[in-house]
């Protein structure tokens, strides 16, 4: 491996585009014509051919292309217990990392590593998710739940931390 002496360091987010079969299968599965199960079949199909590709590319950090997301950080957001309704993101109660998909997915990712490779995963950063739901538009909302902003604030470490372990 090269040591160049660059001023500057690249990384790449991960998020690639998406296989016609999967998008096909997205839609089929919105539509009812196909099952969670087999959606999550042709994720996994897709997500292992990504990670082939990457591999064969010599890149040392892989992926799963974010191939199991409709948005990058809404899914995210979504997957915190009583944090947002999909179809109007906005606060219904405290939000806990009780089973966070996220996990499962990156278990999934990490499973495809070898000795030349490590996975990675993005999330939003916990500013991000705070400053979402302290926002003018949901402020009101976050505050009837938790009363102030400090209290929003520590259950966003509190769930936050919980992910990451």
């Not at 890149?59 to 997957?79: A, C, K, N, Q």
């Not at 070898?114 to 996975?119: G, I, K, L, S």
């Amino acid at each position: 491996m090269s040591t160049l002496n660059t001023p500057f360091r690249y990384d790449y987010v991960g998020s690639f585009l998406r296989p016609e079969r999967l998008k096909k299968a997205r839609a089929d599965y919105e539509s009812g014509k196909i099952k969670q199960e087999e959606l999550t079949a042709v994720e996994d199909d897709c997500i292992r051919e990504l990670v082939a590709k990457v591999k064969k590319l010599g890149y040392h950090v892989i992926t799963d292309g974010e191939f199991r997301r409709s948005t990058w950080h809404l899914d995210f957001m979504w997957g915190f217990e009583e944090a947002a309704m999909i179809d109007d993101t906005y606060m219904v109660g405290k939000i806990s990392v009780k089973n966070h998909p996220f996990v499962e997915h990156f278990k999934f990712v990490k499973a495809l590593e070898d000795e030349n490779t490590v996975a990675k995963q993005t999330i939003p950063s916990p500013g991000q998710f705070y400053a979402y739901f302290t926002g003018a538009e949901l402020l009101a909302d976050t505050l009837a739940i938790y009363g102030t902003e400090e209290a929003f604030a520590e259950d966003v470490i509190k769930a936050y931390n919980e992910f990451v372990a």
